[in-house]
């Protein structure tokens, strides 16, 4: 199922406790690990973790859903010879911790990333962006990662995102 909202891509995967994340490139969160090299054959990927209060737990509440998201790259609003992309990890509570890391693509080539994570403790989102220079007429892709602490009493204890979103053709740069 696909969700779009004000230019946001958000494709829904559920998540077991038994698979926190697909096979395929992880979530850039501090392990070291990056946003793939190249775009092209890629699936989507893991956008989406639930984790759910463990039997018997006592203070945990109810299910934790976190969904990756990005918008479509575009021309940047701030300098006009970037081209930027906004990704975001948005949790339906609170969680104990959100890495987030974002990638932009130039015609399926990694061509940017965050220079580092944004990371949030005690909330229940986190957002970064990635940007590259801005070459006319060219297809840019985005990419979200991150890792998910969700509090004490939830299973999984962890989650990895890690996602493709749209793509979309610049021609005003």
Not at 53 to 73: E, F, K, L, S, Y
Not at 82 to 94: L, M, P, Q
Not at 104 to 114: K, N, V
Not at 120 to 129: L, P, Q, V
């Amino acid at each position: 199922m696909v969700l779009m909202r004000n230019r946001t891509m958000k494709i829904v995967v559920a998540v077991s406790a038994f698979a926190v994340a697909l096979a395929g490139p992880a979530a850039a969160a501090e392990t070291g690990e990056t946003a793939p090299q190249s775009a092209l054959s890629e699936g989507s990927g893991t956008v989406e973790v639930i984790a759910t209060p463990a039997p018997g737990a006592p203070g945990a509440q109810a299910v934790i859903r976190c969904v990756g998201g990005t918008d479509n790259p575009h021309k940047s609003h701030t300098d006009p010879r970037r081209a930027n992309v906004h990704v975001n990890i948005t949790c339906s509570a609170n969680v104990a911790r959100i890495a987030v890391r974002g990638a932009i693509y130039r015609d399926g080539a990694l061509a940017g990333t965050s220079a580092r994570n944004h990371v949030t403790t005690g909330r229940k989102s986190a957002a970064n962006h990635a940007n590259t220079a801005c070459r006319n007429n060219h297809l840019y892709g985005s990419w979200v990662g991150g890792e998910i602490t969700f509090p004490p009493n939830y299973v999984p204890p962890t989650g990895k995102i890690s996602a493709f979103g749209r793509s979309a053709r610049i021609t005003n740069c």
